[in-house]
C-alpha cells in the first residue's frame, strides 16, 4: 500500500492481520553549532538543517481518528516547534496487539536513529500529515 497521508497509515495499520501499535516521534530541525556559512544559508532558505527529537508517543490505532487528533494531544506536551513526525508500527502477535511498555525499546531506538540521522525506515509526516521525501 502507497502511504502518502496520515490517514493512510491509519488504514493499514487497521487492516494488518495482527494488531499494531503505531510509535511517533516528533522532532524539529536545528542548525547545528559547527554549521558553515553555505550551511547557514540553506538553512535560513529552509533546506537543511540537523532533525531534534522533541517527544515520542505510542497509540493503538483506534486510539486515534485523525492526524489532528495526535497533533492536538502533542500541542498539550508544549509549543508545536516540531516540523516533523516519524511513524512506525510494532506488529503484535496471537492477536495481542503490544502494549506501551512493549514500544517502550522501540521507541528509544527511534529517537536514537533519528538522531543519528538514520531515519529512512520510518515514514516521516509534515505538519498538516502528508508524508515526505526525506534526503
Known amino acids: 500500500m502507497d502511504i502518502s ?11 494488518q492481520p495482527e494488531p499494531q501499535r503505531l510509535l511517533f516521534v516528533f522532532a524539529g530541525v ?20 540537523a532533525l531534534v527529537p522533541l517527544m515520542c508517543v505510542d497509540k493503538r490505532p483506534d486510539e486515534l481518528a485523525s492526524f489532528g487528533m495526535l497533533v492536538e494531544e502533542a500541542s498539550q506536551f508544549g509549543p508545536n516547534s516540531w516540523g516533523i513526525v516519524f511513524a512506525a508500527a510494532l506488529s503484535g ?12 525499546a522501540p521507541l528509544q531506538r527511534m529517537v536514537e536513529a533519528i538522531k543519528r540521522g538514520e531515519h529512512g525506515t520510518y515514514i516521516p509526516f509534515d505538519a498538516q500529515g502528508h508524508a515526505v521525501q526525506m534526503g
Not at 93 to 104: C, F, I, K, V, Y
Open 5 to 15: 497521508t496520515f490517514d493512510d497509515l491509519l488504514q493499514a495499520a487497521r487492516a
Open 93 to 104: 502477535s496471537l492477536n495481542r496487539a503490544p502494549t506501551s511498555e512493549d514500544a517502550e
Open 30 to 49: 536545528e542548525l547545528p553549532d559547527e554549521a558553515t556559512p553555505a550551511q547557514r544559508e540553506r538553512f535560513e532558505a529552509g533546506q537543511g538543517g
